[in-house]
């Protein structure tokens, strides 16, 4: 991997409108999409990082996606589910309780990113540094400008619903988007411990940050923010 593109999960916890700190989920029930979905692994995350018991506190409830869980929330048939936009927007106009926006925690976790091959690294390094400045470009592009990236996403979302774009935007590139798009080993080491690995290789194995740290120290990212 060269490059990471999402550092944070675009989660956010929210609790039913009873709900108004995590000791009130022990023996409730958490929606997920699915066992090993994203959903699930960001609500084993929460639940630990609030101090409870990931696999005996609660009961998960395989109920899809984010759009179907919100209103098994809203109604208090479920105690909590992690949510996306713009299920996230609907649960704080209806006042839901926030328990966790794991994009403002601490912990790490790697969505996607860019890799390739050593062997293309060494034959291809020219077009790599081109993907990689073009990403930046475009990153700092999105941060830079909120009104004209709402409105490009819009039209590719063929959406008018600037409110909800709008949240979804604040959420996805304000929070979990970095500026300086280093490989996350920190993320990558979340997602593997998720997976009870008891050994797994170095980081070099996994990343390669050369190229986003010489983009870095020659000043070339830094430029796109002045």
Not at 11 to 33: E, M, N, R, S
Not at 96 to 103: E, F, Q
Not at 129 to 139: D, M, Q, R, S, T
């Amino acid at each position: 991997m060269g490059a990471s593109t999402v550092n944070k999960m675009p989660f956010q916890f929210y609790g039913a409108q009873k709900v108004k700190d995590p000791k009130a989920l022990i023996g409730g029930k958490v929606a997920i999409a699915g066992v090993g979905s994203g959903s699930h692994f960001a609500a084993k995350l929460t639940l630990k990082y609030m101090g409870l018991n990931p696999d005996g506190d609660v009961t998960y409830i395989q109920m899809g996606s984010s759009p179907e869980r919100f209103p098994a929330l809203r109604l208090g048939q479920i105690q909590a589910t992690p949510l996306l936009p713009p299920d996230t927007l609907l649960a704080k106009k209806e006042k839901l309780p926030l328990l966790v926006d794991l994009s403002a925690t601490n912990l790490d976790y790697i969505g996607t990113g860019f890799g390739t091959s050593q062997s293309f690294v060494k034959a291809h390094s020219e077009i790599v540094v081109n993907l990689l400045k073009a990403y930046c470009e475009g990153i700092a592009f999105s941060k830079s400008y909120r009104v004209e990236s709402v409105q490009i996403l819009l039209k590719y979302l063929k959406s008018s619903d600037v409110e909800t774009v709008g949240d979804a935007y604040d959420l996805v590139v304000g929070k979990t988007i970095p500026q300086k798009p280093y490989p996350n080993w920190a993320g990558i080491k979340t997602v593997l411990e998720s997976l009870s690995l008891k050994s797994y290789p170095a980081a070099d194995a996994f990343i390669n940050e050369r190229f986003i740290r010489d983009l870095d120290s020659s000043g070339f990212i830094g430029r796109l923010y002045k």
